[in-house]
């Protein structure tokens, strides 16, 4: 990697503020996922990747709050826009405490005077106004609903109408860190012996769930014992129930349709002997599948294609069961994927359900008599998960809707312990 530019103080270019301030305004001006723009930037290497990573993962679960802060202490546009990366950065890092003000303060201005050198003064204006008057701005902000709550207000608004009892503890939930839980690979050893593993090298965790451990605190997958054997995956406890509520036997024909990543793809093979299809519409995203299954000493046949257009690759075999992990808003897992909350849009709801409503129907012919599909998201949206089922019942008179245990009414809320999803078993006459 070539050597960072400087600035005319010897500011490093390249320092993990300015590259965490660029990742935000990919996100927040240009509309890229967090995940691409954090990929494209393990592909160039740079030091400080776990500091890049939290600092904007930081700004992005607190953008209502922090673009408040900026915006009332700005009485114009900012010109470049990119500034706010920047800003939004440094007044993250004063209101978490974690870093002496003097040096947020100091090192925020040098990364922008680096790229911008005519704003080195407004940006410490704006970072020292902020430190004068944050009482008064807290206040404020405790005031303003998105900013209180860090969520856009369409998104507050549909979750307080949805949940009436529980929007507040949903919010909490995914305004905190999200916990880091493994699933054991129950081919390779148990859960309390995996258990034994991890305390031998300091590594504090709980069982949760037949297979599941929730760690203390997380840490680098090269630090878990045995992970590229493929003893262990980094897996939410919400998302390990797919496999259990999808019954699989040993020996039956499965389709995971949207496959990739291929957690989901791992867990059912790691429990059962199966004839699995993984299937997605990304071939880049399936390679990660076939990685997956690779070091968990797995194997499933791969195929590329829109599930919907089943005509382009079903091969005429019916299936007992079917996985639709159906592409989503995302809104049970937005403490993992804060990105999300700010790029989705009221319309991509309605947009998702359409998509979803297309898959379900394109995938049913292709279960056999007393077969069963899966209906699964990470989704907490009514139009996703309960209204999109009640209305596939309602067309298809040969299917019946089962009870998934555990579950209100097949929606797992988020808490401490797991993510937001949504589970319906839907059985074919």
Request: glycine content about 10%; overall charge neutral.
């Amino acid at each position: 990697m070539p050597a960072p530019s400087r600035d005319p103080t010897g500011a490093s270019a390249n320092t993990p503020r300015l590259l965490a301030a660029n990742l935000v305004n990919d996100v927040l001006l240009e509309g890229a996922s967090l995940t691409q723009a954090l990929g494209n930037l393990r592909g160039r290497a740079p030091d400080g990747l776990a500091t890049i990573q939290s600092l904007a993962y930081g700004v992005l679960r607190n953008a209502g709050r922090l673009g408040f802060f900026l915006t009332t202490l700005c009485d114009r546009p900012l010109k470049p826009a990119a500034l706010s990366g920047h800003l939004l950065v440094g007044l993250y890092e004063l209101e978490a405490g974690e870093t002496p003000a003097y040096a947020v303060v100091n090192e925020t201005v040098a990364a922008v005077a680096g790229q911008y050198p005519g704003a080195r003064g407004f940006a410490n204006a704006v970072l020292r106004n902020f430190q004068r008057r944050r009482a008064e701005l807290e206040a404020a902000a405790a005031a303003d609903p998105e900013a209180r709550w860090n969520l856009p207000l369409w998104w507050l608004k549909r979750l307080q109408a949805q949940y009436p009892s529980d929007w507040r503890a949903i919010v909490e939930a995914q305004n905190a860190h999200p916990p880091m839980t493994l699933r054991v690979n129950r081919r390779r050893g148990g859960v309390t012996e995996y258990l034994a593993r991890l305390t031998a090298v300091g590594i504090e965790a709980r069982q949760i769930g037949e297979w599941a451990l929730i760690l203390g605190r997380p840490v680098p997958v090269g630090d878990l014992p045995g992970f590229f054997d493929g003893l262990v995956s980094v897996q939410d406890l919400g998302a390990q129930f797919a496999a259990t509520h999808l019954g699989a036997a040993d020996g039956e024909r499965v389709l995971d349709a949207c496959a990739a990543p291929g957690g989901k793809t791992g867990h059912l093979l790691e429990s059962h002997d199966l004839d699995l299809v993984a299937l997605d519409s990304d071939g880049g995203r399936l390679s990660r599948v076939r990685e997956n299954l690779d070091r968990l000493g797995l194997a499933a046949t791969l195929v590329v294609g829109d599930a919907a257009d089943t005509a382009a690759w079903w091969d005429g075999r019916p299936f007992d069961r079917i996985l639709l992990d159906a592409p989503c808003t995302a809104s049970g897992v937005v403490r993992r994927h804060p990105d999300g909350k700010w790029l989705k849009r009221p319309e991509d709801v309605q947009q998702l359900a359409r998509r979803q409503h297309r898959l379900m129907d394109a995938l049913w012919p292709l279960l056999k008599p007393a077969g069963t599909m899966l209906y699964a998201t990470c989704s907490l949206f009514r139009e996703e998960n309960a209204d999109q089922v009640a209305a596939f019942l309602a067309r298809h008179g040969d299917a019946r809707g089962e009870a998934v245990a555990a579950t209100r009414a097949g929606q797992l809320l988020p808490g401490p312990e797991m993510d937001g999803f949504f589970y319906a078993r839907l059985l074919k006459a």
